[in-house]
C-alpha cells in the first residue's frame, strides 16, 4: 500500500511540473515573442548547373529582400 501510495504522488508530482512548465514557457512566449510585423514574398534562387552526380545542390539559397513594401 505504501509503494502505491508513493507511485501515485510521484505521478501527480510529475504531472504538476509538466503543468508548471508549460504554463511558464505560454506565458513567456505570449508575453516577450513580437508579433509579426513584416510579411513579404520571398522567392529562393539557387543554381543547379553542377558537376556532381548527387542531389547536392551546386549554391546556397539567395535571395533579394525589400522591406519597402515596393
Not at 23 to 48: D, E, I, K, N, Q
Request: with cysteine; glycine share 10%.
Amino acid at each position: 500500500r505504501g509503494k502505491a501510495k508513493a507511485g501515485l504522488g510521484g505521478k501527480v508530482l510529475a504531472l504538476l511540473l509538466l503543468w508548471a512548465a508549460l504554463f511558464l514557457y505560454g506565458s513567456f512566449y505570449w508575453a516577450y515573442l513580437p508579433a509579426a510585423a513584416v510579411v513579404r514574398p520571398l522567392h529562393l534562387s539557387f543554381r543547379s548547373d553542377c558537376d556532381s552526380p548527387g542531389p547536392e545542390l551546386c549554391s546556397f539559397p539567395s535571395a533579394n529582400v525589400s522591406l519597402l513594401g515596393e
